[in-house]
Nanobody, 126 residues
């Protein structure tokens, strides 16, 4: 089991940048595929980015490609979402998620994740 705590959300103007961090508990962080999801008001939660257990493979939603970067540090049990060129439509609650699986299974399962953080609000003003 893993516990996740996000940080780094806030209010930023369009075009600005934010860095979200997710700290994970436990000794088996490197066995989890990690993902970032977001949920805007009145909308479903959707995947934003994902990263394999070793960090060697990543996935990005089309809406964030070229603007967001996901990375992880298995020695520090952290995963980071660096966001640039933010747009008002990026406004949402962002969640860190983890799944104890291999990359191909996570992708094939439509990014199913068993463990979730509490979320952090990102608001982008126009």
């Amino acid at each position: 089991q893993v516990q996740l705590v996000e940080s780094g959300g806030g209010l930023v103007q369009a075009g600005g940048s934010l860095r979200l961090s997710c700290a994970a508990s436990g000794r088996t962080f490197s066995t989890y595929v990690m993902g970032w999801f977001r949920q805007a008001p009145g909308k479903e939660r959707v995947v934003v980015a994902g990263i394999s257990r070793s960090g060697g493979r990543t996935y990005y939603a089309d809406s964030v490609k070229g603007r967001f970067t996901i990375s992880r540090d298995n020695a520090k049990n952290t995963v980071v979402l660096q966001m640039h060129s933010l747009k008002p439509e990026d406004t949402a609650v962002y969640y860190c998620a983890a799944e104890n699986t291999i990359w191909s299974t996570w992708v094939a399962s439509a990014h199913e994740s068993a463990y979730w953080g509490q979320g952090t609000q990102v608001t982008v003003s126009s």
